[in-house]
C-alpha cells in the first residue's frame, strides 16, 4: 500500500522534461517533492504564476507572493507574472500539459466529483472545472476508498460532477489506474496490494 | 477631471447606492483593495452583490462586510476560508453563485471588453451548466457564459500614477486588471502614488483609461497561510 508520499512519487514520474504542470491543493502540493533534478519543468500556479518555486525561508517571506492554496511561496529566475484572465486562457487554451488534482469521486467514465457535498460542505470548485475542461491530461491522487471504507472509485459519481469524461489516470494507495474506453485499467499494483484487493475496493469495471 | 483622491472615505463618496453591484479584485487576502473596503463597510452601504473570486477571512477582506451583512450575494469560486460566509448561507442569509474560477475571470474581462457573453467548455455536465445554451464547435460541446458589469471596481495595485496607470507586484495582479475593466466605475487603492512620468510606458499593467479615481492607501496585506521551507 503506497502512503501520500508514495502516490505523490508515483505521479511525479509521470512529469516529463519540459512541461507545464498544474499541482492542486494537498497530496498533489508534494509531488513537487519528487521531481527529479536531471529534468526540467514549470509548475503554474492559477493565481497568476508560471516558474512557482519553493516555499520561502523567514526573511524571504512576501506577502505578494502566494500560489493557489494562499501559501507564501518564491520566484525562480524564469517565473513570469499574469492576470487571473491570462492565467486562464493557459488552462482553458490547452497549454498546460498536465494537471494532477485530489478528489471526492471518480467514475469509470473519468467523471471526477472534488468540490461540493451538499448540505455539508460548500466551499466552490475555484479553478478545478476550468483545469479539468482545458488541460492536455489529468491525473487523479486519491485515497481508494472513504473512510467507512466504501470505493471512492465508482461505476457513477454519487457527488455534484466537477467536470464530465474528465480524468485520464488516477493514483490511490492500492496503485495506478488509466481510465479506458471500456471502464478502468489497472497499471501498476501497490507493494503489499493485489488485484484481489484491488477489485474488493472498486466498484468502477476493472477491464484487466 | 483630477483622479486623486485623498482617502478611500473621500474616493467612494458619490459612487455607492445600495443594492449596487461591485467587482473586486484580490486573491485570498493578496491584492485585496483593503482601504475600499473598510470605506464600503464604514458607509453602511448594503444589499451588495459582489463578485470576488474569494469571500476573505472572518476579520479581514470580504469578510468584514459579510460580518456586518452588507451583502446580500457574492459571486465567487471559493469561499473554504470564511466561516461567518458558511454559517450565513447554510442559514439562508447570503445568496452565492459559484463561478469557476477562469469563468469570473473571463466574466469580468468580457464585461470590460463590450462583449456579451462566450462560450467555455468550462462546467459541460455539470450544474453550472444547467440552464444555459448549449452550443457544439468542431465536435465539442461549450456553454454559453454572460459577461459580468459592476456598477464599481474595486482594485488595489502597487503603484500607480495621477493619471490612473496602474502596476501591480508578483502574485498580488491575480483578478485586479479585469476587475479594474468591468465597471462602470473604478477606484484603485496604490501603495505608491508617484507623478505622471514615473512609470516607463512600456511596464504599464492598467491604463489610466480604466481607473476614474485613485488615492494612497496603507496596507496591512495580512498573510492568510504562512508556509516556510524546512
Not at chain 1, 85 to 100: C, N, Q, T, Y
Not at chain 1, 160 to 173: A, C, E
Not at chain 2, 132 to 142: A, I, M, R, S, V
Not at chain 2, 157 to 162: H, Q, R, S, Y
Amino acid at each position: 500500500m503506497w502512503d501520500r508520499n508514495q502516490m505523490a512519487a508515483r505521479a511525479a514520474k509521470e512529469i516529463k522534461n519540459g512541461m507545464y504542470v498544474n499541482l492542486g491543493i494537498g497530496i498533489p502540493t508534494l509531488v513537487s517533492n519528487f521531481i527529479p533534478n536531471d529534468i526540467n519543468i514549470t509548475l503554474q500556479s492559477e493565481n497568476g504564476m508560471l516558474g512557482m518555486g519553493p516555499f520561502p525561508s523567514k526573511e524571504n517571506v512576501d506577502p505578494d507572493l502566494i500560489n493557489a492554496g494562499k501559501q507564501t511561496i518564491t520566484e525562480l529566475k524564469k517565473t513570469s507574472y499574469f492576470s487571473s484572465a491570462d492565467s486562464f486562457a493557459m488552462i482553458r487554451g490547452g497549454h498546460i500539459d498536465m494537471a494532477i488534482l485530489g478528489a471526492m469521486e471518480v467514475s469509470e467514465k473519468g467523471d471526477l466529483a472534488n468540490w461540493m457535498i451538499p448540505g455539508k460542505l460548500v466551499k466552490g470548485m475555484g479553478g478545478a472545472m476550468d483545469l479539468v475542461s482545458g488541460v492536455k491530461r489529468v491525473i487523479v491522487i486519491m485515497d481508494h476508498t472513504n473512510k467507512k471504507g466504501e470505493s471512492k472509485f465508482l461505476k457513477k459519481c454519487s457527488l455534484p460532477l466537477t467536470g464530465k469524461n474528465v480524468v485520464n489516470s488516477v493514483i490511490t494507495n492500492l496503485g495506478m489506474f488509466d481510465i479506458a474506453e471500456k471502464g478502468v485499467k489497472v497499471l501498476e499494483i501497490a507493494e503489499g496490494s493485489s488485484i484481489e484487493d484491488i477489485k474488493k475496493s472498486t466498484e468502477a469495471q476493472i477491464i484487466n | 477631471m483630477k483622479k486623486v483622491f485623498h482617502s478611500a472615505e473621500q474616493a467612494i463618496n458619490g459612487l455607492i447606492f445600495d443594492g449596487m453591484k461591485i467587482a473586486a479584485g484580490g486573491f485570498g487576502l493578496c491584492g485585496i483593495p483593503e482601504e475600499l473596503i473598510t470605506a464600503l463597510k464604514l458607509s453602511g452601504v448594503n444589499n451588495l452583490t459582489i463578485a470576488s473570486n474569494n469571500a476573505g477571512v472572518d476579520d479581514f477582506g470580504i469578510g468584514l462586510l459579510l460580518q456586518s451583512k452588507q451583502v446580500k450575494k457574492m459571486i465567487s469560486s471559493y469561499v473554504g476560508e470564511n466561516s461567518e460566509f458558511m454559517r450565513q448561507y447554510l442559514s439562508g442569509e447570503l445568496e452565492i453563485e459559484f463561478n469557476p474560477q477562469g469563468t469570473l475571470a473571463e466574466r469580468m474581462r468580457a464585461g470590460g471588453a463590450g462583449i456579451p457573453g462566450f462560450y467555455t467548455k468550462t462546467g459541460v455536465g455539470t450544474v453550472i451548466a444547467e440552464g444555459k445554451e448549449h452550443k457544439d464547435f468542431n465536435g465539442q460541446t461549450y456553454i454559453l457564459e454572460e459577461a459580468f458589469v459592476a456598477d464599481l471596481s474595486i482594485v488595489k495595485a502597487w503603484k500607480g500614477d495621477e493619471e490612473g496607470n496602474l502596476i501591480y507586484r508578483k502574485t498580488a495582479r491575480n483578478f485586479n486588471p479585469v476587475a479594474a475593466t468591468c465597471g462602470k466605475n473604478c477606484i484603485a487603492e496604490v501603495e505608491e502614488l508617484v507623478p505622471v512620468g514615473s512609470i516607463d510606458p512600456d511596464h504599464i499593467h492598467t491604463p489610466g483609461i480604466f481607473v476614474n479615481r485613485i488615492f494612497l492607501g496603507n496596507h496591512e496585506k495580512r498573510i492568510e497561510n504562512m508556509t516556510l521551507s524546512e
